[in-house]
C-alpha cells in the first residue's frame, strides 16, 4: 500500500511513541515499527507502560522483566545483516525502586518500603509521578551514552504508550506534576523528559481504524497534542479491507442493481445446488460489504482532511502472528514510516 500523504525524512527521530484507541491494533503498530527500525542494522528497544505484558505475547516469549532482553532480529536489508529489537516491560514499581535508588541511594531501605506497600501507594496516589516514573525511564533509554558500558545504545525506542484519550496527560508530566512538586529530583526529571518530549526526535503517531468513533478519537488526540505542543508524526490506518470489488460493482451492490438472475446462472454452471437461495445470499452479502465500503471512504476521507501524512495497513487473513508482524513491518518499512 502507498501512504496518502509522502513521509518526511524522519530518520533523525529517535523515540516513536504509538497511541490509538482500544481495539485499534497499536501495539500491534508499534510492534511492527520496532521491527521495521531494526533494519540497517539498527539497535531498536520496544518498550511497554500498560502492565498487560502484550510484548511477550505478539512475539510468544516468557513475560518479560523489568530488564531489557532481546526478542527478535529486524528486517534484510540490501543484503546487509539485519540490526536486533530488544523489549521491556516498564512498571510503576520498579521504575520507583530505581528512582530511589538512583536519587537517595535506598537500597534495602527500598525494598522494604516496597514489601510493606509503600511503593504501591505512592504510585496510584499521585498518577503525575507513576508517569515520570514510566516515561523517565524511557527518556533514560533514548538519552542513553557511553559511560554505562554494559548498556546498549539504541538508535531508536518505540514506546507502547496508553491509548489516545489519555497520551497527551501521559506525555505532558509537567502539567500532571503542577500541583504535586515545584522543585526536587523529581520536577527536574519531569522538566529533563519534556524537553525530549517536545523535541525534533520525538514523534508520536496515532493509529485508527476506518471506523467513527477511532477516528473521532485520533483528531481530537491530535488537537490536544498540537495544544500541548508535543510532536505529532503520523496517522496510521490499520485493518484495512482489500478492495476485491470495483466501484461500479459497489454502487451496483448499493442500489440493490445486481443481476441474480446472471449470478444464479453462473453459481449453476459451476455445479452448485440451490443456486437461487445462494444467489440471494451473495446479493446481500454483496450489499453489507458495500455499505461498509461507503462508511470506510467517508471516514478515510475525514483522517485525510487531518492534514497529517497516512498510512494504512492491511488486515491479514491469517491473523497475527510473527510472521504477520514481519508483514506488516516490511509495510511501514516500503511506505516510509520505518
Known sequence: MAPSK????????????????????????????????????????????????GI??????DPLPYEERRIATGLHHDGRPPGVVHALHIDPESALMEYLAMYYKLGRAGRALDRFGV?????TIAPGV????LTGK???????????????????VVLDAPPTG?????????????????????????????????????????????????VQETADGIAELN???????????????????????LEAALSGRLDTGR????????????????????????RDHAERRALEDAQRAVVDDLGLPVVELPRLASGMDLGGLYELAADLKTQGLA
Open 263 to 286: 449470478i444464479e446462472a453462473d453459481l449453476e454452471s459451476a455445479g452448485l445446488n440451490g443456486s437461487r437461495a445462494l444467489a440471494a445470499g451473495l446479493v446481500a452479502e454483496a
Open 130 to 133: 507513576r508517569d515520570v516514573l
Open 227 to 249: 495544544e500541548a505542543r508535543l510532536p505529532v508524526g503520523a496517522v496510521v490506518v490499520n485493518q484495512v479491507r482489500p478492495r476485491d470489488l470495483g466501484t461500479s460493482d
Open 138 to 156: 524511557v527518556f533514560e533509554a533514548v538519552q542513553r551514552n557511553s559511560r554505562n558500558r554494559n548498556a546498549i545504545r539504541y538508535d531508536a
Open 56 to 61: 511477550a505475547r505478539m512475539f510468544d516469549v
Open 166 to 214: 489519555r497520551i497527551t496527560q501521559f506525555l505532558n508530566v509537567n502539567n500532571e506534576l503542577a500541583g504535586l512538586a515545584k522543585v526536587g529530583p523529581i520536577k527536574g526529571q519531569a522538566d529533563t523528559v519534556m524537553t525530549l518530549f517536545r523535541s525534533p526526535r520525538t514523534l508520536v503517531h496515532l493509529v485508527t481504524v476506518l471506523e467513527e468513533m477511532p
Open 119 to 123: 511503593i504501591e501507594f505512592a504510585t
Open 6 to 53: 509522502d513521509l518526511p525524512d524522519w530518520s533523525r527521530v529517535r523515540l516513536h511513541v504509538v497511541t490509538g484507541k482500544g481495539g485499534t491494533g497499536k501495539s500491534t503498530v508499534a510492534a511492527a515499527l520496532a521491527l521495521g527500525l531494526a533494519s540497517h542494522g539498527r539497535q531498536v528497544l520496544l518498550c511497554e507502560v500498560e502492565g498487560r505484558q
